[in-house]
Nanobody
Framework: EESLVESGGGSVQAGGSLSLSCTAS?????????VGWYRQAPGKACQVVAV????????YIPSSLEGRLTLSRDDTKNTVTMQMERLKPEDTAVYHC???????????????WGQGIQVTVSA
């Protein structure tokens, strides 16, 4: 069945880096489809991390993450990778990959949602 598979989560020290990957299984990204990352920590609202469009341009990155993310997409492999640098304890959350024809900043019911992977940043 159609799904998004995430990998690369784990625990790191503050200031460290982590690379998250999202791969489509059972379907392919459309030419104009968006792929994005969203995160949610206990007691906090779901927050958009970044959305990457077909051209590779990235949108919706919050100010707290700006300059610390590098996203790329390889449509031949239906994979989006997000490199996270200089991680902070406040980055600790469950990170979800999402896909749809057109994503939005809010965490709503898009066409595909990944299961979610834990990212933990210790002080």
């Amino acid at each position: 069945e159609e799904s998004l598979v995430e990998s690369g989560g784990g625990s790191v020290q503050a200031g460290g880096s982590l690379s998250l990957s999202c791969t489509a299984s059972g379907f392919t990204f459309g030419e104009l489809d968006d792929v994005g990352w969203y995160r949610q920590a206990p007691g906090k609202a779901c927050q958009v991390v970044a959305v990457i469009v077909r051209s590779g341009s990235t949108y919706y990155i919050p100010s707290s993450l700006e300059g610390r993310l590098t996203l790329s997409r390889d449509d031949t492999k239906n994979t989006v990778t997000m490199q996270m640098e200089r991680l902070k304890p406040e980055d600790t959350a469950v990170y979800h990959c999402a896909h749809d024809r057109a994503l939005a900043p809010g965490c709503i019911e898009f066409k595909h949602w990944g299961q979610g992977i834990q990212v933990t940043v210790s002080a």
